[in-house]
């Protein structure tokens, strides 16, 4: 497969953001995808949150595991740190890098069949260590490099584009997401980037597992009449819970409009995420109860997005571990093999 790299060239005007970076600094090569893939919307998603939040490129690290949305970490954050694995393991390689480098930001891309089929296991397990982590699904419902089957999430009595009619229940990830222990969960719609920009704006921020889950309409498969996948369904269904409209980089808050209208929540990184809520009776902070609306919406044929729950004195797997502050990677040996001495005084508490 040929790639096509995209100019160097930076026009002297574009905008530069903290740390010196233009928006272009943040894309990577040039899509290869169908003209109008939902994927696309992501990345571009992706590009501007991290502008917008002053990330240094090489400071994230991007991993995937294989499928069309598998494809897109090379098409944004050309300058970061990347590894495509293979079906479905794209959690435990980025488990295993999380623990020996915590300095990284780690960003998961991954797909409807990546996730929730072949890798529905690692799925759930990063899902329940708590492994801080941007957690993003593609979601198309469909195999769209094999030519349009039915992935495990596509609803039932949904149809293909030849006319066959799903029978099977979906998988739903969301669901397990919050069953699991995710502390940020989510849902967006890749033709929402109003709504999709500051939802992992808030995940990259988070101190432990952040699940997004993201409706991307297949354009070649998926976006036909009968398909509960495709733009005109997501924008004739969706009922957001939720906006967020600002995440604040100082601690301080000065201003709250009415009481019942915005919820303030501080994350790990000291930064305040406040969420506009369009349901006024709708608590992004009780997990049951997210449970139980997006269920109770989906039984109606309705997409619930949005923040749908976040817990903002989450903890991630090192401090379940209760790993040292040092990256692993960066331990000596004499950090790891402190002398006999060491040894002995350990030996000797156990007696």
């Known amino acids: 497969m040929t790639y096509i790299a995209r100019p160097r060239l930076h026009h002297p005007t574009l905008v530069r953001n903290k740390v010196g970076y233009t928006r272009r600094d943040y894309e990577g090569k040039i899509s290869t995808l169908c003209a109008g893939c939902g994927h696309d919307s992501i990345s571009a998603a992706i590009v501007q949150a991290c502008w917008e939040l002053d990330i240094e490129p090489h400071r994230v690290a991007k991993l995937s595991g294989i499928g069309c949305s598998s494809k897109t970490p090379d098409y944004f954050l050309g300058a970061s740190h990347g590894f495509n694995t293979v079906h479905g393991r794209m ?123 993201v409706i991307s309409p297949c354009v070649a498969f998926n976006n036909h009449a009968g398909s509960t996948r495709s733009y005109d369904y997501v924008r004739e269904h969706n009922d957001a819970v939720n906006r967020i409209d600002f995440i604040d980089l100082a601690p301080e808050v000065t201003a709250e409009p009415g009481a019942g209208e915005v919820i303030t929540v501080p ?41 749908l729950y976040v817990d903002s004195h989450a903890t991630d797997l090192h401090e379940g571990l209760n790993t040292v502050k040092r990256p692993l990677n960066a331990l000596t040996e004499a950090d790891l093999c402190p002398g006999a001495a060491a040894l002995a005084k350990v030996n000797a508490s156990l007696r």
């Open 91 to 213: 959690p435990s390689v980025l488990t295993g890098a999380n623990l020996a480098n915590r300095d990284l930001l780690y960003l998961g891309v991954s797909g409807d069949g990546d996730s929730a089929s072949i890798g529905l296991g690692q799925f759930a397990h990063a899902m329940r260590r708590g492994v801080r982590m941007v957690y993003i699904v593609e979601n198309n419902g469909v195999y769209g490099l094999t030519k349009g089957q039915f992935s495990a999430t596509a609803d039932r009595g949904s149809k293909s584009k030849k006319g066959v009619v799903n029978a099977d229940a979906p998988v739903d990830l969301i669901g397990m997401a919050l069953q699991l222990g995710a502390t940020y969960v989510a849902r967006g719609f890749s033709g929402d980037k109003a709504q999709l920009v500051p939802l992992i704006e808030g995940a990259i921020g988070h101190g432990g597992a952040a699940f997004i889950d």
């Open 267 to 307: 994350q790990p990184d000291g930064t305040m995420m406040r969420l506009r809520k369009l349901h006024t009776d709708y608590d992004p902070t009780d997990r049951v109860r997210a449970m139980d609306h997006v269920q109770a919406h989906q039984a109606r044929g309705e997409i619930v997005t949005g923040l």
